[in-house]
């Protein structure tokens, strides 16, 4: 019995080894770099979360003022996401007649335009100088609305102002501009009055959105004179002096 004994501890030792292997084989996965590796493939979907998630896309609506022309009042309305025009569309346009036509044609021209360029920089339709007139006003005074909502959301820091200027008498009528001013800029112009009557409108429709972006572009009234409208210009640098004063220069 006593030769035995020693046969037993070793069968016994052999079966504590084979025990000890397949515990540490069971256990070696969850110790793997490839298995660790694998494992963390679950978490990719958790921090990359979807795009609809996070910071809000600050998307919102502002509607022009109705600028009237020679054929009807034009109005926009603009959809602005994290400072850029994402679409335009015109809420009232010249109707009836001949402007049935020239409507349709223009106004998906012009709120392409608007889109693309991100401003009211944009050029008239061919045909439908008036309207495209009216769009352009109509536009700048959204986006003047807009700049001025996101001034005030922004908080301290931004200043933002909207600033009218006096009315400034000139041979063929008076002129009159709006300003707004943010971060000590002009982000946007807006003539409030305007020579019309017979030649005038021609006159004013041509002259008026060069001097709105001179304006913008110069960031002051020393801005050129429009060829062709030199009453007009001088109404209009008079008046848009007379904002910035107001804005503090």
Do not use: F
């Not at 036509?101 to 920089?121: C, F, H, M, W, Y």
Request: aromatic fraction near 2%.
């Amino acid at each position: 019995m006593r030769k035995s004994h020693p046969v037993r501890r070793a069968v016994l030792a052999g079966a504590a080894t084979v025990s000890g292997i397949v515990l540490l084989l069971s256990l070696k996965p969850a110790s793997d770099p490839g298995s660790a590796s694998a494992a963390g493939g679950a978490v990719p979907p958790v921090a990359a979360q979807s795009p609809q998630g996070g910071r809000g896309a600050g998307a919102g609506t502002v509607t022009g003022d109705a600028a009237s022309t020679q054929y009807g009042p034009v109005q926009v309305r603009l959809t602005v996401s994290d400072g850029k025009i994402t679409r335009a569309e015109a809420v009232q346009a010249p109707k009836g007649g001949q402007s049935d036509r020239i409507t349709a044609d223009a106004v998906p021209k012009l709120n392409q335009a608007a889109v693309a360029a991100g401003s009211a920089d944009i050029d008239a339709v061919s045909g439908a100088t008036y309207t495209s007139a009216g769009y352009v006003k109509s536009l700048q005074s959204a986006l003047d609305k807009a700049a001025a909502a996101a001034g005030s959301d922004a908080g301290a820091g931004q200043g933002t102002q909207v600033l009218t200027g006096d009315a400034a008498q000139t041979q063929y009528g008076p002129v009159q501009v709006r300003v707004t001013v943010s971060g000590g800029k002009i982000t946007g112009v807006e003539t409030l009055q305007a020579p019309k009557g017979g030649r005038s409108d021609q006159v004013t429709a041509d002259a008026v959105p060069k001097l709105d972006r001179a304006a913008v572009a110069a960031g002051s009234a020393d801005i050129d004179a429009v060829s062709g409208a030199t009453y007009t210009s001088a109404g209009y640098k008079q008046s848009l002096q007379s904002a910035l004063d107001r804005a503090g220069g």
